[in-house]
């Protein structure tokens, strides 16, 4: 299988499994100083790991009591359904992802360029759904 890019604000993801599969694994390439939406999923769950440059994950239950860390390369972060949670890079880095299939409804609390929330439609759109202005 040819991995399938998908260029995103802050970067792009590489995504290496098939979408038969019940699961997803893929690099998140995020830019230095860029950074991902503040978000939550009903319904998916991820382990993350850091695997280069540097990086900030910000998480918790509720929107008004967020934690920021400091990723360490080769960690776990384990992502469960309902976390809010966000990766800012502070250098280029990798981080890679491996989850339940892409289910469920991606809730943005904020973006960078405003972009919805993200549903099954929007996720099958090219670049779900999101145009470089």
């Known amino acids: 299988m040819t991995a399938q ?8 993801e590489i995504i290496l499994t ?13 830019k230095a100083q ?3 939406s503040l978000q939550y999923h ?4 991820e382990t993350l790991t850091l695997f280069s440059g540097e990086a900030n994950i910000i998480w918790g239950k509720d929107k008004d009591n ?3 860390e400091k990723m360490i390369p080769n960690n776990g972060y384990t992502i469960a359904p309902n976390t809010i949670h966000r990766f800012e890079a502070i250098t280029d880095c990798q981080i890679f992802e491996a989850s339940t299939g892409e289910i469920g409804t991606t809730f943005r609390l904020e973006d960078d360029v405003n ?8 996720r099958n759109s090219p670049n779900r759904g999101w145009t470089q202005k």
């Not at 890019?5 to 792009?12: E, T």
């Not at 979408?19 to 995020?30: F, N, R």
């Open 5 to 12: 890019i998908v260029d995103k604000p802050w970067g792009r």
């Open 66 to 68: 967020l934690v920021t």
């Open 34 to 36: 860029k950074r991902l």
């Open 42 to 45: 009903d319904q998916k769950l």
């Open 115 to 122: 972009r919805p929330n993200e549903t099954e439609e929007i």
């Open 18 to 30: 098939t979408p038969d599969l019940p699961y997803v694994a893929k690099i998140l390439e995020i």
